[in-house]
């Protein structure tokens, strides 16, 4: 079974950031993710969406 709701440390090894950053991105709310109490959750489909919504196309 795939994952999809991943924690913090799982998803700051997942994209090579540090989980530093990602708290920062989930205060601001730059990063799509879910706070459930004091648990923050990110799903793993809207993290690639959201990754391919900020890539940057090369121009010819």
């Known amino acids: 079974m795939e994952r999809r709701f991943v924690g913090i440390k799982y998803l700051s090894e997942y994209l ?3 989980k530093g950053t ?4 989930t205060c601001y709310k730059k990063i799509p993710h ?3 109490g004091r648990i923050v959750k990110f ?3 809207e993290i690639e969406k ?3 919504d ?3 196309e ?3």
């Open 16 to 18: 090579g950031i540090p």
């Open 22 to 25: 990602l708290y920062v991105w």
């Open 34 to 36: 879910f706070k459930i």
């Open 43 to 45: 799903d793993l489909k």
């Open 50 to 52: 959201w990754l391919k």
């Open 54 to 56: 900020k890539k940057v």
């Open 58 to 60: 090369e121009i010819s």
